[in-house]
């Protein structure tokens, strides 16, 4: 099974919006990490956010964490036609293996 | 290479047939991963190599599929008499260290008729 969930698991708004997008997982993790994927194939490391951080920025994007109730966000500012794609969460937790959820398909209209 | 590179990227094949797909992996990543997706879906692992460690495959769905790995390099991945739901797409991934950064090849698409 999935360790973890992405909510919504479809998200469809205007460019120049801000997206948001939802994951929870559900055992202890050591870091997650979210990813982007076009078209179904390769994935792209978006942003590794660790256990002992609550918060990251990485440009237009801003990730939270809250190991309390084992939930993150990602959000996009001022979104672009060229930032649909799907979005996943993946996690680590006693190996290195990403474990991840089912995504959130993100389509930003011009 | 600059980054992980996979072979084929489409393979089309019958069922019943054996396939191999490879992985070349970022040099000096010390691990690699294989992991399927099918359509609409998220990534599920298969197996995992680290260094001269013994493989993780608990991901492996069946008897049918194996995977190799030379050194630090090269791995493939070998599916047997290939099924219908072993239609999707299969992508590899490598990492310098442990628990940090995964970086993807762009993944072989395999469809089995």
């Known amino acids: 099974s999935q360790q973890g969930e992405e909510d919504p698991q479809a998200l469809s708004i205007q460019e120049g919006e801000n997206a948001t997008m939802n994951c929870s997982y559900k055992?202890?993790?050591?870091?997650l990490q979210w990813y982007r994927q076009n078209s179904g194939r390769g994935l792209v490391h978006l942003i590794l956010?660790?256990?002992?951080?609550r918060e990251k920025h990485s440009g237009r994007l801003r990730v939270t964490l809250d190991t309390s109730k084992k939930s993150s966000s990602l959000l996009i500012t001022a979104s672009r036609a060229a930032d649909t794609a799907s979005y996943f969460c993946?996690?680590?937790?006693?190996?290195?293996?990403?474990?991840f959820g089912g995504g959130t398909r993100l389509m930003v209209k011009p | 290479g600059a980054g992980v590179s996979q072979s084929p990227s489409n393979k089309v094949t019958e069922k019943g047939k054996d396939v191999e797909l490879r992985c070349d992996p970022i040099?000096?990543?010390?691990?690699l991963y294989w992991y399927r997706q099918r359509l609409g879906q998220g990534l599920e692992f298969l197996i995992y190599?680290?260094?001269?460690?013994?493989?993780?495959k608990s991901g492996l769905p069946s008897d049918r599929f194996s995977a190799e790995r030379t050194g630090e390099s090269v791995s493939t991945l070998t599916i047997q008499r290939t099924q219908q739901e072993d239609s999707a797409v299969y992508l590899c991934?490598?990492?310098?260290?442990?628990?940090?950064?995964?970086?993807f090849g762009p993944g072989t698409r395999l469809l089995v008729l």
């Open positions: 055992t202890s993790i050591n870091n």
């Open positions: 993946a996690t680590v937790f006693a190996g290195n293996m990403l474990t």
């Open positions: 040099s000096g990543h010390t691990a």
């Open positions: 956010i660790r256990s002992n951080e």
């Open positions: 190599f680290q260094g001269n460690s013994a493989p993780d």
């Open positions: 991934a490598s990492t310098r260290q442990i628990q940090e950064t995964q970086y």
